[in-house]
């Protein structure tokens, strides 16, 4: 059974800050890793999705990289912004109807 | 384009009420999902529709069913509502070629009393 897991549960830190949030997963079978930000009271919006062909992705100051042997992927944001606080997921997808993998997220909070 | 959409936001019911929960997506998405999210349990699969016509339980669907009405249309129902199906549930819809990526909707919020 895959198992997915986010390390820290809560993150604090000052705007302007570099920062990584990190996601792993047990079972390296993985068809694509996508990640997620939810705000308080919201759905879920997608980020970023990396196929498991690919290392990383890019999108404006977040970027997403994904080590399959190693089951982690990391998400990268550049330059925090107070706008950047939410709640963040990864969800692992191993392929065709079976069903997708959600960690319990990351919850982010950028002090201006 | 409005993705995925969710009926009602907010409800309120009483122990032993029923109730659907709709969802629809405007992406002609094969697979449809239901996911509910409660503190510190993070997103758990209620019921899921790899394609119309077909249904299949998730995780935790004991107390729902589920209809796939169409290719846009899912829907959640509670037939007889417990308050410990107070929570906060999300459809979702993904592709199933390409990429594969998945789809929120804004969610429902649901509180039996």
């Known amino acids: 059974k895959q198992e997915v897991t986010q390390i820290p549960a809560a993150l604090s830190v000052p705007e302007g800050e570099n920062l990584v949030l990190n996601c792993s997963f047990t079972?390296?079978?993985?068809?694509?890793l996508q990640w997620f930000r939810q705000d308080p009271g919201k759905g879920l919006t997608s980020l970023l999705l990396?196929?498991?062909?690919?290392r990383e992705q890019t999108s404006g100051r977040l970027n997403a990289s994904l080590d399959k042997s190693s089951g982690r992927s990391t998400l990268y944001i550049a330059a925090s912004q107070p706008g950047d606080s939410a709640t963040y997921l990864c969800?692992?997808?191993?392929?065709?109807?079976?069903?997708?993998?959600f960690g319990t997220g990351t919850k982010l909070q950028v002090i201006p | 384009n409005a993705g995925v959409t969710q009926t009602p936001k907010f409800q309120v019911l009483k122990t032993g009420q029923s109730m659907t929960l709709q969802c629809a997506q405007d992406?002609?998405?094969?697979?449809m999902y239901w996911y509910r999210q409660d503190p510190g349990m993070g997103l758990r699969l209620i019921y899921y529709?790899?394609?119309?016509?077909?249904?299949d339980k998730g995780e935790v669907p004991n107390g729902y069913n589920v209809s796939r009405l169409n290719k846009r249309e899912f829907s959640l129902r509670l037939e007889s509502a417990a308050p410990s199906q107070t929570s906060v549930y999300f459809c979702?819809?993904?592709?199933?070629?390409?990429?594969?990526?998945?789809?929120f909707g804004p969610g429902t919020r649901l509180t039996v009393t």
């Open positions: 992406m002609n998405h094969n697979s």
């Open positions: 969800a692992v997808h191993p392929g065709g109807y079976q069903k997708v993998t």
């Open positions: 079972d390296s079978a993985i068809y694509n």
């Open positions: 979702a819809s993904r592709g199933t070629s390409g990429s594969y990526e998945q789809y």
């Open positions: 990396i196929q498991s062909s690919q």
């Open positions: 529709s790899a394609s119309e016509g077909t249904t």
